[in-house]
């Protein structure tokens, strides 16, 4: 027996509610909150239909799994425009407090490393082909934006980039965002991969064909990829956010997203 989709009690109806969880701490959803507060405060915005607690709490489902701004609006009680609006207005308020990489980098002395990798962040919006296509993973055939982190020897990120077309070189994408330039001028030891080559003094790359050269630039590569390793935690922690993992949304707005999940938890808003 064939059930069709579409029959008299099912038209016109758009979505079935259902009870959900999300997997962030409580706190994070109240900070979220009282920095929308403190914005709406210092700008005097007008009154909203959705508080503070639901536009946070409405924008982390948005970025946490990935859902569409119609099931977001159908969740919510609110349009599809709405929706886009609330989560608009919520990632530029974190964004605000991303630091630069000269400020990223102002904790550090004499004697610290940083680690500097890229990473490319998955996108659908494969219509304008080249420039958002992958040679680096032309394997899989990707397409996305590329995003450059700052890091901690343990893996804390302490910076990400803002997003460049996904053909955009790492070193290239580096230089655009003052990386390079931040970590030469406080001469911080950097350790990055071979795309990084000819960066500067500062920056260690690996060796070239690395079963050809003598013990001891082996070895070098050895501890050099055993210091670097820890670099991964900083994008794994970065895709632990489903949107982050395949973004629908614009490339504009990639960048946006990345630097308000980075920055969120940390920033404190002060008017």
Request: overall charge positive; some cysteine.
């Amino acid at each position: 027996m064939v059930i069709p989709l579409s029959t008299p009690a099912t038209e016109g109806a758009l979505s079935v509610p259902y009870p959900a969880t999300l997997d962030v701490p409580h706190e994070l959803v109240e900070h979220a909150a009282w920095l929308l507060y403190e914005h709406r405060r210092a700008r005097n915005a007008r009154r909203r239909r959705l508080g503070c607690f639901h536009q946070a709490l409405l924008t982390l489902v948005h970025l946490r799994k990935n859902e569409t701004f119609s099931q977001l609006g159908a969740g919510f009680g609110r349009s599809q425009a709405a929706a886009r609006r609330y989560v608009d207005e919520a990632l530029d308020v974190p964004v605000s407090w991303a630091p630069g990489p000269h400020e990223a980098l102002a904790g550090l002395g004499e004697g610290d490393h940083v680690i500097v990798d890229g990473t490319l962040i998955p996108t659908d919006r494969i219509r304008a082909d080249e420039p958002y296509y992958s040679m680096k993973h032309r394997k899989y055939r990707k397409h996305g934006m590329n995003v450059q982190v700052i890091a901690c020897p343990d893996g804390t990120p302490l910076r990400f980039s803002r997003a460049t077309p996904g053909r955009t070189h790492d070193l290239t994408a580096a230089r655009a965002h003052g990386v390079v330039q931040a970590c030469l001028t406080r001469q911080i030891l950097v350790l990055a991969d071979r795309a990084c080559q000819g960066a500067g003094a500062t920056f260690r790359t690996p060796y070239h064909h690395h079963s050809e050269q003598p013990e001891h630039h082996q070895q070098f590569n050895r501890d050099h990829a055993r210091l670097r390793a820890p670099g991964e935690h900083a994008f794994a922690r970065l895709k632990s956010w489903r949107l982050l993992r395949r973004a629908r949304c614009s490339t504009r707005r990639t960048g946006t997203i990345v630097q308000a999940v980075h920055t969120l938890p940390t920033c404190n808003y002060s008017g």
